[in-house]
Antibody, heavy 118, light 112 residues
Framework: QVQLVESGGGVVQPGGFLRLSCAAS????????MHWVRQAPGKGLEWVAF????????YYPDSVKGRFTISRDNSKNTLYLQMNSLRAEDTAVYYC???????????WGQGTLVTVSS | DIVMTQTPLSSPVTLGQPASISCRSS???????????LSWLQQRPGQPPRLLIY???NRFSGVPDRFSGSGAGTDFTLKINRVEAEDVGVYYC?????????FGGGTKVEIK
């Protein structure tokens, strides 16, 4: 069965950096696009990044463009999110999610909490 | 960016009764390929989101048939035929037609 397991969250100071990982199993990782979506405490969902199955294209919303970088290692079945210049408003649970190519998010991980605070 | 607006914010429902959630987009969600990439997700308390419906009306694997989606263009609806206790949570619509992907603000379904 499809499993997505995020890791790398924690507490970081404003201006700091963090790298999240998402370990995938149960499907052919190299064949699917992947997303990161975040959810601030008590708030709704916000899409953060997308990468195509082969890493050839990446997309971001303006809120993180230039600060966050999505990448993947298909040999390790792992998705990454490098987050730089972190702000208090980046505090959230970060989820990775699989995209079957139908512009939807069909499987989600359990999430990892990132807290940006001094 | 496409803005997704959901109503109501909260929906108290009696067990066994129907529930309906509306989602409106600020522009048409019809993609250049002819498809409409509108999906619905459920988030139970303390859980990650779960896909229920994709491309307006297609139920995802394992989703009970009491859930149904409808609509076109800019107006969409999620209906729960007979609400069960396990349906409590927050429901989100999401558009995948255009980057950035955007979500509605969520509708909380609770039992009266």
């Amino acid at each position: 069965q499809v499993q997505l397991v995020e890791s790398g969250g924690g507490v970081v100071q404003p201006g700091g950096f963090l790298r999240l990982s998402c370990a995938a199993s149960g499907f052919t990782f190299s064949s699917y696009g992947m997303h990161w979506v975040r959810q601030a405490p008590g708030k709704g969902l916000e899409w953060v990044a997308f990468i195509r199955y082969d890493g050839s294209n990446r997309y971001y919303p303006d809120s993180v463009k230039g600060r966050f970088t999505i990448s993947r290692d298909n040999s390790k079945n792992t998705l990454y999110l490098q987050m730089n210049s972190l702000r208090a408003e980046d505090t959230a649970v970060y989820y990775c999610a699989k995209d079957p190519g139908l512009k939807m998010l069909d499987y989600w991980g359990q999430g990892t909490l990132v807290t940006v605070s001094s | 960016d496409i803005v997704m607006t959901q109503t109501p914010l909260s929906s108290p429902v009696t067990l066994g009764q129907p529930a309906s959630i509306s989602c409106r987009s600020s522009q048409s969600l019809v993609h250049s390929d002819g498809n409409t990439y509108l999906s619905w997700l459920q988030q139970r308390p303390g859980q990650p989101p779960r896909l229920l419906i994709y491309k307006i009306s297609n139920r995802f694997s394992g989703v009970p048939d009491r859930f149904s989606g409808s609509g076109a263009g800019t107006d969409f609806t999620l209906k729960i035929n007979r609400v069960e206790a396990e349906d409590v949570g927050v429901y989100y619509c999401m558009q995948g037609t255009q980057f950035p992907l955007t979500f509605g603000g969520g509708t909380k379904v609770e039992i009266k």
